[in-house]
Nanobody, 116 residues
Framework: QLVESGGGLVRPGGSLRLSCTASRFTFSSYYITWVRQAPGKGLEWVSTFYTGDGSTYYADSVKGRGTVSKDNAKDTLYLQMDSLKSEDTAVYYC???????????WGQGTQVTVSS
């Protein structure tokens, strides 16, 4: 019900814009959370965006480098990542839920690899 896209191979210092699109439901009054999983590590929270009022929260690891935005017409959420570092290499997932702190709907993930 969620589809991520936009991942790929990028050089350190580069940028990527990840997309999270909903199918079969709309993003009204949902918490949309980005998490990532680096190779051999657990899930790491990246950002949460509340579609009800646009409140956005970022992990310290991406604060100042990550920007979340929403295209209401396309029911798509974007995570713009700038100044990418090798430690940003991970599979990025978006998850959605109408309740704060829950993530009942997940996408399949998109791979981001930062390497020279």
């Amino acid at each position: 019900q969620l589809v991520e896209s936009g991942g790929g191979l990028v050089r350190p210092g580069g940028s990527l814009r990840l997309s999270c699109t909903a199918s079969r439901f709309t993003f009204s009054s949902y918490y949309i959370t980005w998490v990532r999983q680096a190779p051999g590590k657990g899930l790491e929270w990246v950002s949460t965006f509340y579609t009800g009022d646009g409140s956005t929260y970022y992990a310290d690891s991406v604060k100042g480098r990550g920007t979340v935005s929403k295209d209401n017409a396309k029911d798509t959420l974007y995570l713009q990542m700038d100044s990418l570092k090798s430690e940003d290499t991970a599979v990025y997932y978006c998850a959605a839920d109408p309740l704060y702190g829950s993530c009942n709907y997940w996408g399949q993930g998109t791979q981001v690899t930062v390497s020279s």
